[in-house]
């Protein structure tokens, strides 16, 4: 946490431009007790993987052994409208942008060779979506922004888990499926950590559990409102001395390859 900190330190804006006020260098955890939220189920109303669920659950005890207040709550996004929203606005930055290709190589983009089969696909998928679509996906976004808001009103942080399931295996998402197949398993995977993105709040990922069948690391994801990173670092400086991790190592990871 002390080289996070410091790296968050010395790239944060630090401009008159700033839009929110600056943090400084956090060095250690605060005597501030926290209102937690703890949602095991995703934005589609899943329950996670049992050794997942489970871990979630044992860091939320974790922190009510430190003495922070966790409160199981409803998880406030509905993931069909904001998958939509998303798609919309993500693939929006990419409409008009197979023309070049098409103009260089003379040929449909599909065939010019230049792009995998999964990058043409989201671009022709941007070309389906109108300006009443994105206008609606930034009404969507200023609506969860407002409710995000309110939620996080009653609770200082939102503990979930990372992923529903462990570490997908490669080839789940790939360049050469379409990116419609990409986006299914997308959304899967990001069922419990996108709204960060969307709304520009931080979150984090915290590495307290590990796997007993693959050795792997569990993450455990907090997430808080724009702006308020100081509280975030804190509360993983505390939650770094409670359970180290700094010497845990997966069983696949460079320290345990011998040469």
Same mark, same amino acid.
């Given at each position: 946490?002390?080289?996070?900190?410091?790296?968050?330190?010395?790239?944060?804006?630090?401009?008159?431009?700033?839009?929110?006020?600056?943090?400084? @260098?956090?060095?250690?955890?605060? *005597?501030?007790?926290?209102?937690?939220? &703890?949602?095991?189920?995703?934005?589609?109303?899943?329950?996670?993987? #049992?050794?997942?669920?489970?871990?979630?659950?044992? +860091?939320?005890?974790?922190?009510?052994?430190?003495?922070?207040?966790?409160?199981?709550?409803?998880? %406030?996004?509905?993931?069909?409208?904001?998958?939509?929203?998303?798609?919309?606005?993500?693939?929006?930055?990419?409409?008009?942008?197979?023309?070049?290709?098409? @103009?260089?190589?003379?040929?449909?983009?599909?065939?010019?060779?230049?792009?995998?089969?999964?990058?043409? *696909?989201?671009?022709?998928?941007?070309?389906?979506?109108?300006?009443?679509?994105?206008?609606?996906?930034?009404?969507?976004?200023?609506?969860?922004? +407002?409710?995000?808001?309110?939620?996080?009103?009653?609770?200082?942080?939102?503990?979930?888990?990372?992923?529903?399931?462990?570490?997908?295996?490669? #080839? +789940?998402?790939? %360049?050469?499926?379409?990116?419609?197949?990409?986006?299914?398993?997308?959304?899967?995977?990001?069922?419990?950590?996108?709204?960060?993105?969307?709304?520009?709040?931080?979150?984090?990922?915290?590495?307290?559990?590990?796997?007993?069948?693959?050795?792997?690391?569990? #993450?455990?994801?907090?997430?808080?409102?724009?702006?308020?990173?100081?509280?975030?670092?804190?509360?993983?400086?505390? &939650?770094?001395?409670?359970?180290?991790?700094?010497?845990?190592?997966?069983?696949?990871?460079?320290?345990?390859?011998?040469?």
């Amino acid at each position: 946490m002390r080289d996070s900190a410091a790296l968050f330190a010395v790239t944060e804006d630090r401009s008159q431009k700033a839009f929110y006020p600056v943090v400084g @260098r956090i060095e250690g955890p605060s *005597s501030r007790r926290l209102r937690i939220g &703890l949602t095991t189920r995703n934005i589609f109303g899943s329950e996670p993987a #049992g050794d997942i669920k489970a871990a979630t659950e044992d +860091v939320a005890s974790l922190c009510e052994a430190l003495g922070h207040t966790v409160i199981p709550v409803e998880n %406030p996004v509905h993931g069909e409208a904001y998958f939509r929203a998303y798609a919309i606005l993500f693939s929006a930055k990419f409409k008009g942008a197979l023309k070049p290709f098409e @103009r260089l190589t003379g040929k449909p983009a599909e065939d010019s060779g230049l792009l995998t089969y999964s990058s043409v *696909s989201l671009i022709r998928e941007a070309e389906k979506y109108t300006d009443a679509d994105r206008q609606k996906a930034e009404v969507y976004v200023e609506e969860l922004s +407002v409710r995000m808001a309110e939620f996080h009103k009653r609770f200082d942080v939102w503990l979930t888990p990372v992923t529903p399931e462990g570490p997908p295996k490669i #080839g +789940v998402i790939s %360049p050469d499926r379409s990116y419609h197949d990409n986006r299914e398993a997308m959304e899967t995977i990001m069922s419990y950590t996108p709204m960060a993105n969307m709304l520009g709040a931080p979150a984090m990922s915290v590495p307290l559990s590990w796997s007993k069948t693959t050795g792997l690391p569990i #993450g455990s994801h907090f997430s808080a409102k724009p702006g308020d990173d100081r509280t975030l670092y804190e509360l993983a400086y505390e &939650l770094e001395e409670a359970r180290p991790w700094f010497d845990r190592w997966a069983p696949f990871s460079a320290r345990h390859v011998t040469y």
